[in-house]
């Protein structure tokens, strides 16, 4: 296997997919590298597969998401001991600039780990058989689980007014 072929065709689909997994582009984009760097020193039995290395992915992404949560609690634990950081931009533009995307984003966030997993493996045109082998379910599962993953999803959409 020609691993710089199989970077060149799959890193740019793995980051956008990581991305919007998890909504932070800096944990993407390590978590992409990381599962490239788990494929050459460590590659899986039987040939690598697209979904192998994105389940990879997205288990370095959730570990990360662990450990800040672990982390988060140690640093409340001691208010005193937490850093202080600069204040954000300004709110107003910031709002403005990214509506839309937060909206989604959000909407996505309150869904669970796997029902994200398979709607944002769908988005990046992976079929049935690679997003049940990626979560670990059958084939003929995948329809059921993307069907309600879509229903949680617009349901914690909000109607927009002027939709109505």
Excluded: K
Aim: proline fraction near 4%.
């Amino acid at each position: 296997m020609d691993v710089a072929t199989f970077f060149a065709e799959h890193h740019r689909a793995l980051y956008r997919y990581l991305a919007r997994f998890c909504g932070d582009p800096d944990l993407a984009a390590d978590a992409a590298q990381e599962a490239f760097v788990r494929l050459i020193e460590r590659p899986p039995r039987g040939g690598v597969q697209r979904a192998w290395l994105y389940t990879v992915a997205t288990n370095v992404v959730l570990d990360a998401g662990r450990r800040r949560a672990r982390q988060e609690r140690l640093l409340a634990a001691v208010p005193d001991r937490a850093p202080h950081g600069d204040a954000g931009p300004d709110a107003h533009a910031s709002l403005e600039a990214a509506e839309r995307v937060g909206t989604v984003r959000r909407a996505l966030a309150t869904l669970g780990d796997r029902d994200r997993q398979v709607l944002l493996m769908r988005e990046e045109g992976f079929s049935h058989r690679e997003i049940a082998e990626a979560v670990g379910t059958t084939t003929g599962s995948v329809g059921t689980m993307i069907a309600r993953a879509l229903d949680r999803l617009a349901a914690a959409l909000p109607l927009d007014a002027e939709d109505a």
